[in-house]
Every structure is written in C-alpha cells, then in structure tokens.
C-alpha cells in the first residue's frame, strides 16, 4: 500500500537548521521488531521533535500500531540474514514503489539505510534526478565471509551515487569498507538511545536484588544462537555455586523453548528454579529492568554492530558484563566501561559476575563509568551529528542549506 502522510516541515528553534524534508527508506519490514528498525523509528521522532518532516518506507504490510510516516510497499518475505531473520522486499514492483515514493515525496535528502542489503533501500540508487542520498551501514560481520566478494564490485559501482556514508561503529565501518567506493565521506555515528529515559526509571522491587538473591538479567531473542542465551545459562549454573541465591532474569521473545532447553540439561530442574521469564516487555519495563538489576549480561557471540543493549543497560546505571566482541569493545571504551569476558566462555563470564556481585565499590564504579559513556550516545547528541551530515551532502549537491 502506498500512501503519503508525512506532514509539512515546522519551523525549528535551530538557527543553523532549517526545517528539512527527509526520506529513510528501511530494508526491513516495521511488521517485527529489530535494531534497525528501531533505530529508525527512534531517530525519526528525533527529527521531528526539532521541526524537520520526516517520512519512513519500509517493505511488509501496514500494523495497527506503526505511525502514520511509515510508508508500506504490502509485501515481504523473510531470508536468514547474519544469524537472524531479515524481511526484505527486491523484485521489480520493490523498485518501482520504492522510487515512485522517492519522485512523490520531494525530499531534500534521501537517508538509505543498509543499501548493501537486496531490498527496498538498494533501488533509489539507479534513480535519476534523485535528490542526495546518505547511507547509514549497520552491518558488522566478522570475519569478512569469501562468498561476499563475489558482490564487491558491482556494489562498489552500484553505491558510487551516495553523497556520504554513516558507520554505526568502527566494525561497521570495517566491513562496508570493503564494497564502498573512496570517494565517498566516512562518518562513524553511533546508534542513538533515549538516555533520559533510561536514567530517569524507576528500579522496580520485583527485579530488585539483595545481597543474598541479587539478581542478574539478560535481553534478546532467545532463540537466535548469536544473542548468546546458552553462554548466559552455562555462566549461571557456575554463579550459583557460589551465590545458592541468585536470581536470573531474562527479558526477550523465546522463553518456553528456552526454558525447556534448560529443564533437559543435567541438573536441569534445579537450575530452572533460579530463572524468570519475563517475555516481551514494553520500553518503560525495560528501562525499569536495567535499572534493577546488579548486573547486566551481554553474552552476544557474533553478528553485532553496535551493542544498543549495552548502551542502554549502561544509561541505566547498571554495571555490565559483556563478550569481547569488537562492537562491544568499541562501544564500552576497550572495557573502561563494563567488564568483558573471552566470546563464548561462559566460566569467564561467571568469573566477571561473581567478581561484581562481590565487590558493590567496583559495581558502583563501573555503573558510573557506563552511566558517562551512554551521554555520547544519546539522541540529541546522534541527531546533532547526522544533521552535519546531511548539511555537508545538501552543501555538495545542491548547495541548499546556507
Ligand atoms: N521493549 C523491548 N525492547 C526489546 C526487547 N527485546 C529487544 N529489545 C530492543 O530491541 C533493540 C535491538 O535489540 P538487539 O537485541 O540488539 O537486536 P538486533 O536487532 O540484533 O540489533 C542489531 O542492531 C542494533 C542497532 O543497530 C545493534 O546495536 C545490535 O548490535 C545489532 O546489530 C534494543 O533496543 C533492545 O532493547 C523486548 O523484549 N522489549
């Protein structure tokens, strides 16, 4: 379905700013729920706060619940795409939607999000005409695959129309660094969070430890090998030698599978006994979840460009113990900012917690330390920075800013 609703461009209380008609065109479907998605639509209402018109489109069908500037061209089918599960949009009638949406809207910019990815926002590129296109490239992955050389080239060609190019971290940017053509500008932009929000939750007495059952969480689709659920139960089963009382609390979509997972190991129904599955929760219970908790696990194995959970949890004030994947490593200051263990070793893992759970001093610190970093990724500070951007490709285009 096509239909235009973005509104008219407000006056903005930034002098530098004038009020901007931006398009974003999603890869991915708005009908689930993901880190781009979310990033878009985060970012979006950012925009918009300050003056600007914004509208989105994105492959799949329209929800009850999706904003009315989000544009849908009815149609997607889902591929497994770095250890996920990405809905997508390619063929012809892709590109003619996608395009005429780009003609209708007028936009001053065009902001392509993942163009690399076969779907929607890969066809504005072949456009004539079209007004200057910024890139943001989310994708990390590591080590680069053989088979993706195969693509190198011809993305190379097919990406020499974009004005600039926004990395969401430095291994972002390392992989998109293989296909993208010099010429274009680099800009290492983080993802963006709503920090106060963050900050300002409540902790809520359901989540909250004690010294003797202090608590410890996890967040994300439990079912995705890469999100690292099962390091995070192994590490628990070693935490719980030492601390009989701790509580784990799990947040994100999978619980009955894993929890029967869990009932089938030796040992299994004991160790079931510790966890709480909380299911999907809304952002304010999520912000209230960090909040309450005495630590933070981010046991991911692979496939992150950023760590938005870790960003968040941090913002939260809640210490973190994280895998030492490059994006973490980057994100938490090369572990300035949270404790970081060897990928995949879950005794590691527990031997970080336990060190935590044992010395609230050294919690303290590290909640501090995490509490200043998220400041560099909050939304004020991340739109301020991509509107640089779009301010130089309107400078190298058209010259329409200033
Ligand atoms: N409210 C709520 N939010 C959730 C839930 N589960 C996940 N989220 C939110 O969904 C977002 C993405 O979560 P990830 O687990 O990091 O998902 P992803 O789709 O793999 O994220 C990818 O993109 C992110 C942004 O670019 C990257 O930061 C991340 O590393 C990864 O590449 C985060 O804001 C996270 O808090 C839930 O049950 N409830």
């Known amino acids: 379905m096509l239909c235009m609703s973005s509104q008219e461009p407000a006056s903005t209380d930034r002098p530098d700013e004038r009020p901007l008609r931006v398009g974003i065109v999603c890869p991915y479907s708005f009908e689930t729920p993901g880190g781009v998605q979310n990033h878009i639509r985060d970012f979006s209402e950012a925009l918009?706060?300050?003056?600007?018109?914004?509208?989105?489109?994105?492959?799949?069908?329209?929800?009850?619940?999706?904003?009315?500037?989000?544009?849908?061209?009815?149609?997607?089918?889902?591929?497994?795409?770095?250890?996920?599960?990405?809905?997508?949009?390619?063929?012809?009638?892709?590109?003619?939607?996608?395009?005429?949406?780009?003609?209708?809207?007028?936009?001053?910019?065009?902001?392509?999000?993942?163009?690399?990815?076969?779907?929607?926002?890969?066809?504005?590129?072949?456009?004539?005409?079209?007004?200057?296109?910024?890139?943001?490239?989310?994708?990390?992955?590591?080590?680069?695959?053989?088979?993706?050389?195969l693509f190198q080239r011809y993305l190379h060609s097919y990406l020499e129309p974009l004005s600039e190019a926004i990395f969401v971290s430095p291994a972002a940017q390392r992989t998109a660094d293989h296909y993208l053509p010099v010429s274009i500008s680099r800009h290492v932009i983080p993802n963006g969070i709503d920090r106060a929000s963050y900050l300002l939750a409540r902790p809520d007495r359901r989540w909250q430890g004690t010294l003797e059952h202090p608590t410890i969480g996890f967040l994300g689709r439990l079912e995705e090998?890469?999100?690292?659920?099962?390091?995070?139960?192994?590490?628990?089963?070693?935490?719980?030698?030492?601390?009989?009382?701790?509580?784990?609390?799990?947040?994100?979509?999978?619980?009955?599978?894993?929890?029967?997972?869990?009932?089938?190991?030796?040992g299994g129904a004991a160790l079931l006994e510790r966890f709480e599955f909380l299911g999907r929760v809304d952002d304010d219970a999520k912000a209230r979840f960090y909040k309450s908790l005495d630590v933070y696990v981010a046991p991911q194995?692979?496939?992150?460009?950023?760590?938005?959970?870790?960003?968040?949890?941090?913002?939260?004030?809640?210490?973190?113990?994280?895998s030492d994947l490059p994006a973490f490593v980057d994100v938490t200051e090369q572990g300035l900012d949270a404790e970081l263990f060897a990928n995949r070793d879950a005794a590691d893992c527990a031997e970080r917690i336990c060190a935590l759970l044992a010395d609230p001093a050294r919690r303290a610190r590290l909640g501090k330390a995490g509490l200043k970093r998220s400041g560099d990724f909050d939304w004020e500070r991340v739109v301020d920075e991509v509107l640089a951007v779009y301010r130089s490709a309107l400078a190298d285009g058209q010259g329409a800013l200033s």
Not at 232 to 240: G, M
Not at 302 to 321: D, K, Q, T, Y
Request: aromatic share 10%; hydrophobic share 45%; glycine share 10%.
């Open 48 to 149: 918009m706060r300050r003056g600007h018109s914004v509208s989105v489109f994105a492959p799949g069908r329209r929800t009850k619940d999706m904003p009315l500037w989000v544009q849908t061209n009815g149609s997607s089918f889902a591929v497994p795409y770095n250890g996920s599960w990405a809905h997508l949009s390619y063929f012809l009638a892709a590109g003619l939607q996608t395009r005429r949406w780009v003609r209708q809207g007028q936009f001053d910019i065009v902001h392509l999000h993942e163009p690399e990815a076969p779907s929607v926002s890969h066809k504005p590129l072949v456009m004539r005409g079209a007004p200057p296109m910024v890139a943001t490239f989310h994708a990390s992955i590591e080590p680069y695959p053989k088979a993706l050389h």
């Open 225 to 266: 090998e890469r999100k690292g659920f099962s390091v995070f139960v192994d590490a628990a089963a070693r935490v719980l030698e030492r601390h009989p009382g701790a509580r784990f609390l799990v947040v994100g979509d999978g619980g009955a599978e894993a929890a029967k997972a869990i009932a089938e190991r030796d």
């Open 301 to 322: 194995t692979g496939g992150e460009s950023f760590g938005i959970v870790l960003a968040e949890a941090m913002a939260a004030g809640c210490p973190v113990v994280a």
